[in-house]
C-alpha cells in the first residue's frame, strides 16, 4: 500500500476517488506538531534544538498517521508547494520511527483533476530537506523575537500581548503611516487650464511652460497675473497628433492580485478570500496559486477564444506561464448569488482574457499656442489629449472603467475661442492610512508569507490594535504598544530587518548558507 499525505479531509476524498486500490490517502490538516505555548522550546546552548510537541488537539490524528506510516510501502506528500507544506510532512515523519527504510516522495498536485492527480503521481521528486531547515529556523527566529518582545511589553505595560512577528511589523508599519501623516506638511501649487468648443465638441487644454512642464507659480499674484494674460490673449493651434497605443492583458492573477481585486470590486476581506480559493482548489475547479500554468491549459484558452471571439481576439505576445486558472476554461461563469461564485468569476477572466490580443486605444493630442496676437506666442504651450478606445481586445472578457474621449478636427494655424479660463490653486494630499489589502501587500513586500500576513491583520483588529472597516487606524492601545516597540525594538521590527530575513531563508533554502550558522548570526 502506498500512502499519500494530503492538506485536507476534501482533497483526500477527492484522490481516493481517482487513485483507488493500493493507495491510502490521509489529511494532515496543518501542523502536527509545533512549539510549545507555554515555554520558549528552543536550547540556544545547544544549535538552537528546538523541542516541537504534538499540536494540542491533534492526539488522534497522529495516531492515525502512525499507524499508516507503519502499515504502508512508500510515502507520497502531497501538502502545499511553500516552506510550510514541505515542513507539515517532514514533522509527521520525523515522529515515525517505521519511515527510515521507506522511500518517501514529494508530489505536486496543480490540480485535484484525476489526470492532474495521476501526473503528479508519476512524477514525483524527493523532499526538500533545505526547505525544512529554512522553516525552522524561521520558526526559530520567530518564537524568539515574539516570546522575548511580548514578555518585555506585558511587563512594561502591565497587559498581555499576543503579536506574531508579522504582526509585529503591522503595528511598526501602521505606527511608521501615522507619523508621516501627523508630520505632513501641505505644499500648494497653480493649474491653469482653457476650454473650448469647436463644430460641436468640447476639450481641454492644460497650460503649461514653454518646455511642456507644469508651471511654478509661486504667489497668488502671479497667478492672477496668469488669469488675467490667458483671457486677453489669442489662442491657435500650433500642432495634431494621432497615435495607437497598446495595452497588452494583465495576466492571469495571482494569489495577491486576487485578494487585491476581491477586495476592490467584491468588498472582500483577504481571510474571506483565501478561504474561498481553498475551497474552489478542494472543487477541483481552479488550480493551486503556486502552479505554473500548463501548456494544455493554455492550448485550451486559446482554442476557447478562437472559437467564441475569433482569430484577431488571440494575442500574439507569449503567453503567460504562472497565475490561477480554471481547471477547465469551458466552465464559465455563471451569474449566481454568492462570494465563491464571483472570486471563480475573476479567476477565469483574467486567465482567458491573458490569452487575448491588446487592447487598442486611439490617442490624439494638440499643441495650442498663446499670445497678445496671432503667431506671437507668449512662453506657454497648451495641450489637449483625448482616448477612444479602438479595439477592445482582452477587456471583451475582462471590462474596466474607461470613458471614451475626443478632439475636434483641427488644422495648423486655426484660431480657437476660449469659453472659460480657470486658474486653480491646489494643494498636495497628505498620506492616507493603510487599508486592508496595502497592508497585507505591504507585509508581503517585506517578505512575510502571505498567510501570517493576513492572519496578522485580523488578529490586530479582533485583538483590539487597530480600528476601521476602510482605513486602519491604530486604537488607543495600538498606539501605546506600538510607540514602546519602536522606543525598545525599532531595528528587530523595522521592515528592513524582515526583508533582510526573508533574503536569509532563501539562502538557507537553496543550500547557500546553513540553519545553525545563520541562526548563530542572528
Not at 282 to 306: C, F, H, K, M, N
Not at 432 to 454: H, K, M, N, R
Not at 468 to 496: C, Q, S
Request: with cysteine.
Amino acid at each position: 500500500m502506498k500512502l499519500v499525505i494530503v492538506e485536507t479531509p476534501a482533497q483526500a476524498k477527492r484522490l481516493r476517488e481517482t487513485l483507488g486500490e493500493g493507495w491510502r490517502v490521509e489529511p494532515c490538516s496543518g501542523l502536527v506538531r509545533d512549539l510549545p505555548a507555554d515555554q520558549l522550546g528552543i536550547d540556544l546552548e545547544a544549535d538552537f534544538r528546538q523541542s516541537f510537541v504534538v499540536v494540542p488537539g491533534k492526539g488522534n490524528l497522529v495516531r492515525r498517521l502512525m499507524k499508516a506510516l507503519h502499515d504502508c510501502a512508500a510515502v507520497y506528500a502531497a501538502t502545499s508547494s511553500t516552506r510550510e507544506g514541505e515542513a507539515r510532512v517532514g514533522q509527521i515523519l520525523a515522529l515515525s520511527p517505521d519511515v527510515k527504510d521507506k522511500p518517501v516522495y514529494r508530489v505536486t498536485l496543480t490540480a485535484l483533476t484525476p489526470d492532474a492527480i495521476r501526473a503528479a503521481m508519476v512524477t514525483p521528486r524527493p523532499l526538500d530537506l533545505r526547505q525544512i531547515e529554512a522553516w525552522v529556523a524561521e520558526r526559530t527566529v520567530a518564537r524568539l523575537i515574539s516570546w522575548s518582545v511580548n514578555a518585555a511589553a506585558r511587563q512594561t505595560l502591565g497587559f498581555p500581548t499576543d503579536l506574531t512577528v508579522a504582526g509585529l511589523l503591522a503595528l511598526r508599519l501602521l505606527a511608521d503611516r501615522a507619523a508621516r501623516i501627523a508630520a505632513f506638511t501641505p505644499t500648494t501649487h497653480w493649474r491653469a487650464t482653457v476650454t473650448f468648443t469647436v463644430d460641436g465638441v468640447q476639450f481641454t487644454a492644460l497650460v503649461l511652460n514653454a518646455q511642456g512642464t507644469p508651471l511654478a507659480l509661486q504667489t497668488d499674484r502671479q497667478a492672477a497675473q496668469l488669469e488675467a494674460l490667458l483671457k486677453r490673449g489669442q489662442f491657435w493651434v500650433n500642432q495634431t497628433r494621432q497615435a495607437l497605443k497598446a495595452q497588452p492583458a494583465p495576466g492571469p492573477l495571482t494569489l495577491p492580485r486576487l485578494i487585491e481585486r476581491a477586495a476592490r470590486a467584491l468588498h472582500l476581506p483577504p481571510q474571506r478570500t483565501l478561504k474561498l480559493v481553498a475551497t474552489l482548489y478542494d472543487a477541483g475547479w481552479i488550480t493551486t496559486p503556486e502552479a505554473a500554468v500548463s501548456p494544455e491549459l493554455q492550448a485550451a484558452a486559446q482554442t476557447y477564444i478562437r472559437r467564441e471571439f475569433g482569430t484577431e481576439y488571440l494575442g500574439t505576445e507569449r503567453p503567460p506561464t504562472t497565475g490561477i486558472a480554471p481547471t477547465d476554461v469551458n466552465r464559465q461563469p455563471e451569474s449566481l448569488p454568492g462570494d465563491g461564485t464571483a472570486i471563480y468569476a475573476l479567476i477565469w477572466q483574467y486567465f482567458i482574457s491573458a490569452y487575448m490580443a491588446a487592447v487598442q486605444t486611439k490617442l490624439m493630442g494638440a499643441t495650442l499656442l498663446v499670445g497678445a496676437a496671432h503667431g506671437r506666442p507668449y512662453p506657454l504651450e497648451m495641450r489637449a489629449l483625448a482616448a477612444l478606445r479602438y479595439f477592445d481586445g482582452w477587456q471583451r472578457v475582462t471590462p474596466t472603467d474607461f470613458n471614451d474621449t475626443v478632439l475636434p478636427i483641427l488644422t495648423h494655424g486655426q484660431l480657437l475661442h476660449p469659453e472659460q479660463v480657470a486658474v486653480e490653486q491646489l494643494s498636495s494630499a497628505p498620506p492616507t492610512s493603510y487599508d486592508t489589502v496595502e497592508l497585507v501587500g505591504t507585509l508581503i513586500a517585506c517578505g512575510v508569507p502571505l498567510q501570517p500576513a493576513v492572519e496578522a491583520v485580523e488578529h490586530l483588529q479582533t485583538a483590539g490594535y487597530i480600528e476601521g472597516d476602510l482605513l486602519l487606524n491604530l486604537t488607543e492601545v495600538g498606539r501605546t504598544v506600538a510607540a514602546y516597540l519602536v522606543e525598545h525594538f525599532g531595528e528587530l521590527i523595522a521592515p528592513a530587518f524582515a526583508r533582510e530575513w526573508a533574503i536569509e531563508l532563501e539562502r538557507i533554502a537553496s543550500g547557500e548558507r546553513q540553519r545553525v550558522d545563520v541562526l548563530r548570526a542572528f
